[in-house]
């Protein structure tokens, strides 16, 4: 588990967290966090749940060959920047065992 909110990070998220592979919780939560999202973070082999609200996320980079093999129970995305089609970012994101996910304060639509 490794909460990190409520701080001052700037930037993106490191790609270093692929590599904590027994990691089960991320909270960013309450920083200054920008840019992309990497679907590297969503294909986790251990991480169950994730949360990076109230950061300035503007999109995701979603990779096409991203398997349903992400172990995420909950996922907080609320309060960022995130923009484009709600339906295409669903369908984009295949987590079989997903059963919290917060969207809410983004500038999706559809």
């Known amino acids: 588990s490794s909460s990190l909110r409520k701080n001052y990070f700037h930037g993106s998220i490191p790609s270093g967290f692929g590599s904590l592979v027994y990691l089960q919780v991320l909270d960013l939560s309450h920083n200054h966090l920008s840019g992309s999202?990497?679907?590297?973070?969503?294909?986790?082999?251990?991480l169950?749940?994730?949360?990076?609200?109230?950061?300035q996320f503007s999109s995701l980079e979603l990779d096409k060959n991203?398997?349903?093999?992400?172990?995420?129970?909950a996922l907080d995305l609320?309060?960022?920047e995130l923009r484009g089609l709600l339906p295409a970012f669903m369908a984009s994101m295949p987590?079989?065992?997903?059963?919290?996910?917060?969207l809410e304060h983004n500038k999706l639509r559809g």
Do not use: C, E, R, W
């Open 48 to 55: 169950q749940q994730v949360t990076l609200s109230h950061n």
């Open 66 to 73: 991203m398997g349903g093999n992400s172990k995420l129970i």
């Open 78 to 80: 609320s309060y960022n």
């Open 95 to 102: 987590m079989p065992a997903l059963s919290a996910l917060s």
């Open 37 to 46: 999202l990497s679907s590297a973070l969503f294909d986790h082999p251990s």
